[in-house]
């Protein structure tokens, strides 16, 4: 009887390496990631948030690794705010473990200081993080027929399509950009000053910088925006374009909020139909006589020349103005 040469178990061998190597490899990342996420409920739960995760559960093995978070509950030491939300599942990347995703697999119940709930539910609701050398390279949120509902108040915001992507500014420190996409948007009610605009909302996108973005971190009791709006924080807006009822534009500008929480700042849109803009702002129930005269005016005007305009958009001392004229005044922001 013939030997069989020992060089034909080689592959073999090899493979049963290979198999066990990745086996350990699995294990190993899924260890490392459960310590990551205790360390972190750990961390917060020191600093006075308030965290839990019921019980984890790994699945996916052999080709994925996803982890099952049952029962999370999140609450910042500052900031007037909490998170529940019965299971979300963490998906890591076994090649690159320092990308992360998030899925929520359950309705997100958001409670505030002042005892309000909002329930955010949606079909697909993902958000990722990839990390490079510990820092943040990129993080994102997609959603899919993603709702909004305070059962306190009335109507329910919804949009069919959502996509947010945030990453550090290389030109500014501390400084962010926000790439924002939402498609068929439908408000919980009519803006007011703008009712004849209607709910329903086309498109929305905006390209924006966050300046002074690392201050939204700090938080602070009962005002979680103070550190970042004192250390001078503001949203650039490089890039926005809004379909909404008769407002079809594209154009930029900056704001903030001031001292009381109101937005402030002012924005500049180009319209090539402006007529039933004002039309539509004259028609509005609180809109006061003399404004609504103003802006009656101005359609018929806009009608007869078929002039276009770089809209005006104006939030400076708690008042909205639109091409010069106030609108309305504003209430804080939260």
Do not use: C
């Not at 329930?119 to 490079?132: C, D, P, Y």
């Not at 000053?193 to 498109?203: C, H, L, M, N, P």
């Not at 938080?219 to 979680?224: E, I, T, W």
């Amino acid at each position: 009887m013939k030997t069989r040469p020992l060089w034909l178990a080689v592959p073999w061998l090899l493979f049963a390496a290979v198999v066990a190597g990745w086996i350990i490899y699995w294990h190993v990342v899924a260890a490392a990631a459960e310590a990551r996420i205790q360390q972190f409920v750990a961390d917060q739960n020191a600093g006075g948030a308030h965290v839990t995760v019921t019980r984890i559960v790994r699945h996916g093995f052999p080709v994925l690794l996803r982890l099952e978070m049952q029962e999370l509950a999140y609450a910042p030491a500052r900031g007037g705010w909490s998170a529940a939300s019965a299971r979300a599942d963490l998906n890591i990347q076994l090649l690159n473990p320092e990308h992360v995703i998030l899925e929520a697999k359950a309705p997100i119940a958001i409670s505030r200081e002042n005892g309000a709930v909002t329930n955010l539910a949606a079909e697909r609701l993902i958000a990722s993080f990839r990390g490079a050398s510990g820092a943040l390279a990129v993080a994102g949120i997609e959603a899919d027929n993603l709702t909004l509902d305070d059962p306190a108040a009335e109507g329910v915001l919804g949009a069919r399509k959502l996509v947010l992507n945030l990453r550090p500014d290389a030109r500014a420190d501390g400084d962010y950009q926000l790439a924002f996409e939402a498609t068929a948007l439908s408000l919980p009610r009519p803006v007011r000053s703008f009712e004849a605009f209607g709910v329903d909302v086309e498109r929305l996108r905006a390209g924006v910088m966050i300046e002074r973005g690392a201050a939204l971190l700090a938080g602070a009791p009962g005002d979680p925006l103070a550190p970042w709006r004192e250390a001078g924080g503001r949203l650039r807006f490089e890039a926005l374009e809004l379909a909404w009822g008769p407002l079809q534009a594209s154009g930029h500008g900056a704001g903030g909020l001031d001292a009381e929480r109101r937005l402030e700042g002012a924005l500049t849109l180009p319209i090539e139909h402006p007529a039933p803009i004002f039309t539509a702002l004259a028609s509005a129930p609180n809109v006061n006589e003399s404004a609504r005269r103003a802006l009656t005016l101005l359609a018929l005007s806009y009608r007869l020349n078929g002039d276009d305009i770089s809209l005006d958009v104006e939030a400076q001392a708690g008042v909205l103005r639109l091409e010069g004229l106030g609108v309305r005044t504003l209430p804080p922001v939260y």
